[in-house]
């Protein structure tokens, strides 16, 4: 896609990117097409792994190590952003989830509460901990924009996504909340984009993540929309085009959302189907 400079002139920070197959990772490759100047941030742990020091070359940017989970660490981060970017920010890109208990397989009837709690406060809490430093150390500018991802199962049930499910709930009602108490003092928007299903690390974790993703792209019309599709309406999100869209959660899944059953699923079901069934 062509570069209309649409974020020109425009500061952020993008949350998330750990390797190239990230959603963020994606987005910090637009954001910089499209004239944004920006810090990377992801948790000491993932900075191991070094793959975002060559995102940030590409994008010419900086890395500062940040666990969303951690009030003071965001603190560091946002004053450490606005000497850097020399000025407040405009975008923010929340694209953080874990959860130990998919992580280990733990079964949903049988969850470790501990590790919900860190699944919560890791994939929904953070948004809370982020949105409430940004506004007390007044980093956003008026009309700024803070885009989280989520994902379907926040609304109907799928199987395997356990926790997650609980914490993509809890990250859109504080994109709701949130959105009205920085609607209300800064114009800042806030809004969620519900994403199909991604080959990332954090996607391809959750169990069945294939049939996950072939079922959603054999029922949606547009098929599963990927990471730079993803990456393409982050970008409108940030941009002054969608200075009225606040407390949404959006989806952005090729028509998913509103499909019942599809022709191709129809016809696989048929091809599998037992005769000789009579209930
Ligand atoms: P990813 O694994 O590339 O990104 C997840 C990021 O969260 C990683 O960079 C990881 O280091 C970071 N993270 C984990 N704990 C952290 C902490 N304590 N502090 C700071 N950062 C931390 O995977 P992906 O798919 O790009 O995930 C981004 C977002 O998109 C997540 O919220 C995910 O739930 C959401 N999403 C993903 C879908 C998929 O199928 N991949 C579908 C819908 C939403």
Same mark, same amino acid.
């Given at each position: 896609?062509?570069?209309?400079?649409?974020?020109?002139?425009?500061?952020?920070?993008?949350?998330?990117?750990? @390797?190239?197959?990230? %959603?963020? !990772?994606?987005?910090?490759?637009?954001?910089?097409?499209?004239?944004?100047?920006?810090?990377?941030?992801?948790? =000491?742990?993932? *900075?191991?792994? &070094? @793959? %975002?020091?060559?995102?940030?070359? /590409?994008?010419?940017?900086?890395?500062?190590?940040?666990?969303?989970?951690?009030?003071?660490?965001?603190?560091?981060?946002?004053?450490?952003?606005?000497?850097? *970017?020399?000025?407040? *920010?405009?975008?923010? /890109?929340?694209?953080?989830?874990?959860? =130990?208990?998919?992580?280990?397989?733990?079964?949903?009837?049988?969850?470790?509460?501990?590790? +919900?709690? &860190?699944? *919560?406060?890791?994939?929904?809490?953070?948004?809370?901990? +982020?949105?409430?430093?940004? &506004?007390?150390m007044?980093?956003?500018?008026? !009309?700024g924009?803070?885009?989280?991802?989520?994902?379907?199962?926040?609304?109907?049930?799928?199987?395997?996504?356990?926790? +997650?499910?609980?914490? &993509?709930?809890?990250?859109?009602?504080?994109?709701?909340?949130?959105?009205?108490?920085?609607?209300?003092?800064?114009?800042?928007?806030?809004?969620?984009?519900?994403?199909?299903?991604?080959?990332?690390?954090?996607?391809?974790?959750?169990?069945?993540?294939?049939?996950?993703?072939?079922?959603?792209?054999?029922?949606? =019309?547009?098929?599963?929309a990927?990471?730079?599709?993803?990456?393409d309406?982050c %970008?409108?999100?940030f941009?002054?085009?969608?200075?009225?869209?606040?407390?949404?959660?959006?989806?952005?899944?090729?028509?998913?959302?509103?499909?019942?059953i599809?022709?191709?699923?129809?016809?696989?079901?048929?091809?599998?189907?037992?005769?000789?069934?009579?209930?």
């Amino acid at each position: 896609m062509n570069s209309h400079q649409l974020l020109k002139g425009k500061k952020g920070i993008i949350f998330g990117a750990l @390797d190239e197959n990230s %959603i963020a !990772w994606q987005v910090a490759l637009k954001a910089h097409e499209q004239g944004a100047q920006f810090v990377l941030s992801n948790a =000491p742990v993932a *900075l191991r792994k &070094k @793959d %975002i020091f060559q995102l940030a070359e /590409l994008t010419n940017s900086q890395v500062i190590s940040a666990d969303v989970t951690q009030v003071s660490e965001l603190e560091d981060l946002f004053a450490e952003t606005m000497r850097l *970017l020399d000025g407040k *920010l405009d975008f923010i /890109l929340h694209s953080v989830g874990m959860s =130990p208990n998919v992580r280990k397989s733990i079964p949903y009837e049988d969850l470790n509460y501990d590790y +919900m709690m &860190k699944t *919560l406060d890791v994939s929904a809490i953070s948004l809370h901990k +982020m949105l409430s430093v940004a &506004k007390r150390m007044d980093v956003i500018n008026d !009309w700024g924009s803070v885009v989280a991802l989520t994902y379907i199962a926040s609304q109907r049930t799928f199987s395997s996504y356990s926790d +997650m499910a609980q914490a &993509k709930a809890v990250l859109e009602s504080i994109v709701r909340q949130f959105g009205y108490h920085y609607g209300r003092s800064n114009n800042v928007r806030i809004n969620s984009i519900s994403q199909s299903p991604t080959k990332t690390t954090a996607g391809t974790g959750v169990s069945g993540f294939n049939s996950f993703y072939y079922y959603a792209h054999d029922m949606s =019309p547009l098929g599963n929309a990927d990471a730079m599709a993803c990456a393409d309406y982050c %970008i409108t999100l940030f941009s002054d085009y969608t200075r009225m869209v606040t407390m949404q959660n959006l989806y952005h899944d090729g028509g998913f959302s509103s499909m019942g059953i599809s022709n191709k699923l129809i016809e696989q079901y048929e091809q599998c189907f037992d005769p000789t069934r009579e209930d």
